[in-house]
């Protein structure tokens, strides 16, 4: 168990909607990092929250946004789904963003998109 | 701006045999170097990690890795593989460029045949 939970662990939408997916880091950790894997993509990094604050931007959609909340959880919102959304998002924890930590992942999001 | 290449998507083992997952970055200063495992359905965990001082680093289940900043590569090996092996593994790098972030490679699937 990495500490970092996510959920929910299975969801399954229609095109055109709109999901929030939720992330709970590690105890004492302030990085949060959201994270896309597809079969095509790979895995891809999409964006990263310190203290709340964005600190850098990856790959990620204009109809995706994400914020950190001051008791340090996450969250991915996913508007206007598309059936390419279908995927695996991580969230992933790190201690300071300034340190050479490695990320903790949680077990995933498994998105479908009808 | 950083970048993960990892040579081979697949590559397939007999037990006991030794295992070379290949990968090489680009970063434009001194870099942070990972790799990770992700078994089935589960998260990504951390094998081993480069920070600074030692060049060969030493990870868990016997893995271990050499920076190599004239190759620009950070190679993952294990003398002997074990069925247990078979996963799916990520090298990844972290830098301040652009904002702390962790970028990670294609992803190298690892088939260990009895």
């Known amino acids: 168990d990495s500490g970092v939970t996510q959920t929910p662990k299975h969801l399954i939408t229609a095109t055109g909607q709109r999901v929030t997916l939720r992330c709970s880091p590690r105890?004492?950790?302030?990085?949060v990092y959201w994270y896309q894997q597809s079969l095509d993509q790979g895995l891809q990094f999409l964006i990263q929250?310190?203290?709340?604050?964005?600190?850098a931007k990856g790959n990620i959609l204009e109809r995706f946004s994400a914020q950190q909340f001051p008791d340090l959880h996450s969250e991915l919102n996913l508007s206007s789904l598309e059936l390419g959304d279908s995927a695996l998002y991580f969230c992933?924890?790190?201690?300071?963003?300034?340190?050479?930590?490695?990320?903790?992942f949680g077990q995933g999001t498994r998105l479908t998109v009808v | 701006a950083q970048s993960v290449t990892q040579l081979g998507s697949h590559v397939s083992v007999s037990e006991g045999a030794l295992v070379l997952l290949r990968c090489n970055y680009s970063?434009?200063?001194?870099?942070?170097l990972f790799w990770y495992v992700q078994y089935p359905n589960q998260g990504l965990q951390l094998l081993l990690k480069y920070t600074t001082g030692a060049t060969l680093v030493k990870g868990i289940n016997g893995f271990e890795a050499e920076f190599k900043k004239s190759e620009t590569s950070f190679h993952l090996t294990k003398p002997s593989a074990h069925m247990s092996d078979a996963a799916e593994y990520f090298c990844?790098?972290?830098?301040?460029?652009?904002?702390?972030?962790?970028?990670f490679g294609a992803g190298t699937r690892l088939f260990v045949k009895a």
């Open positions: 992933a924890s790190s201690a300071v963003g300034r340190q050479n930590t490695e990320a903790f």
């Open positions: 970063s434009s200063v001194p870099p942070y």
């Open positions: 105890s004492g950790d302030l990085s």
């Open positions: 990844a790098v972290s830098d301040w460029t652009g904002g702390f972030k962790t970028i």
């Open positions: 929250y310190y203290n709340g604050e964005e600190r």
